[in-house]
DNA sequence: CAATAATCGAGACGGTACGTCGCGTCTTGGG
DNA sequence: CCCAAGACGCGACGTACCGTCTCGATTATTG
């Protein structure tokens, strides 16, 4: 996502830590206040973290890929699964993202993100990479389980089984603000597990 | 969305109904071409339509809203259940949108809409209630007539169901460009009324 | 030297007056201060004008012009020759011009404008055009009176007496600070009527 | 100009001459080059000359000395007068000059230095004696040789001679790139050696 | 011969100003 | 009352250089 160089560096001065800092913090702080993502400006970012614009750019290409950065800064880690349930561990999975997406500084960035996927390929495929499939790993991991210790039908479609899952969470209907209701998760992951036909 | 005077109008010159066309025509134009949603700005359309900025002004209190009209403009509305079968049914109302999602006009609205929430919220409520609503309904229509005539349990709970459902087709983890396999709706479909646990 | 279009608009909204006074207002005010033309950027005049830069950048391509407008404006129109003597005249004519040169405001102008003709040939053009040619007009005036009148030989070369009358008080070698002897016109006007042979 | 240190160095690694030799070429270079004195900024100059800038720092106070220098570096010494006839001397001397103004590399420097007077009145002092003054001797010289040899009238203002005769070539009012005559020293010096009063 | 000390290239730093774009509003003359 | 044209103040964009400041790596001269 972002542009740092992370190789050894040849010459000249190396980059300031300090500066690293003070811009993701800025960005965040930005990001809090009244206004969101829009009050986000590559100028209000360089004033708050004293520093200059250029040494923003010279790390990022744009405020979208600083503000993924700045987000993957602070989002939890995923829980780690308990291995009783595969339904205790389901509901813990998806609680944690139902939870992020509670928090406008972090679920607003999903939908920014994907918006921006056309124009920024790149930005996307990282966010996916590093903030969204380490969490999506770790419901796999449950699912697999399920499948093996025959909690689950054994031939399982784990990735679909994923796609129904993780995609209850972002099928908003309404504004961002309206939050889930907390037996949400539970209801969706017993549908999940039980089905629709009669049995 | 439109702010387009529907009750006739007392006195002084109507409006011009070449200029509503030539508007919407100038977005999807603009839409469609490299660049995307970023290309629309309201000067270019504008200036594409031969119109002036406050000829679009007059009509819609911006972009946001004027692009939501014009992709109504030209979302072709879901096909009606056939009421034979809740599997076909739903497969056929799922694979709609599917391609209503592939297409680059049309899928990348509903993640700009929805990441724009956060700063136009009516943006979103319009979008939802005049282009996702309408599309989900057909849906309901679809499980309710399921659970009544015994095909599905008769406890279901609709709105989780459309959830799971729905939600499978914006769980993207990939670049929008990487379209779903043929058989992904079937797939989808089967699992949520099988479900996971084995029978 | 200044774009701003003097033909009859056709549509859209005038230029504001205001504007524009408000602009070379600023601009003057930016050039009397400490620091002089280099304090002139275009974000301070804009600034204190109370205006857009765009409002400037629709005006004048680029500081150097707009500076040349600014002066224009205050410059004093030479002096009429008396039409007397001709060392009476031609004293008065360069004393006008010395007077001008002394002006901290007005003389590094000329420097300036010198100094981008090659960038800006369109500049200098318009500056000696507008600024430069109506003084050395008069002076032309004075020496083919004087030529006809049988006061100056009747075959001078008008344009190389300009050039040596004029180009004495350019002819600087030091700081432009250091202003030139009262009587220094006086001297330079008999040096070139009398000339530098023994009579 | 220069802040070469010349007296021997007691201790540490010695000043490279190969840097200082890119860095005049460099200069060079880009004043030859389109774009003039614009062109010339330490950053572009150290990238041609394969410097870093702060070698070029630790050198020159600025960009402004630095053209100086180079300019010094390519400026042809003045002719040496023969002393037969003051007009040729004095022909000679400023067709010099002439030629060294019609040279856009020379030339447009001279304007340059007077602009930038305010801003660097160091800069102008030492162009005007490193540069101008030497020049300008050598026609007090020959004024001096024609007041005393009799040629001249003996009590002659030789600075104000010096006045209209360097200032007739730098009286321009039209571009640059427009040349003087080759007659034209000629006609200034006969001018100014005859008068303009009829005799 | 090692220590010292100044220089080298590279390039990041906090800044200022640039000239452009788009926003949403305002203001014309003319249907 | 609408239309097109286009100017208005504004705010952010991304770039170019400024002059300063580190880096690690070379050189010469000195103790």
Not at 115 to 120: F, L, P
Not at 174 to 197: C, I, K, S, T, W
């Amino acid at each position: 996502m972002t542009i740092t160089a992370e190789q050894g560096h040849r010459g000249g001065r190396p980059r300031s830590e300090r500066a690293d800092k003070a811009i993701i913090e800025a960005t965040l702080d930005l990001l809090a206040a009244e206004g969101g993502v829009d009050a986000v400006s590559i100028e209000a970012v360089a004033a708050r973290a004293g520093v200059g614009k250029t040494t923003i750019y010279r790390r990022w290409p744009g405020k979208e890929s600083l503000i993924v950065d700045a987000l993957a800064a602070i989002k939890a880690p995923p829980p780690e699964p308990a291995g009783e349930s595969v339904r205790d561990d389901l509901i813990a999975q998806l609680d944690a993202k139902r939870m992020d997406m509670a928090d406008p500084r972090i679920g607003c960035l999903f939908w920014t993100v994907q918006s921006s996927a056309e124009k920024y390929p790149e930005l996307a495929r990282q966010y996916a990479e590093r903030l969204v499939e380490p969490r999506r790993d770790k419901i796999r991991q449950v699912l697999r389980r399920g499948a093996e210790s025959g909690e689950l039908r054994a031939d399982l479609d784990v990735e679909t089984a994923l796609m129904l899952l993780g995609g209850a969470l972002h099928n908003r209907n309404r504004a961002p603000a309206e939050n889930l209701p907390e037996d949400y998760v539970a209801r969706v992951v017993d549908m999940f597990l039980l089905g629709a036909y009669v049995r």
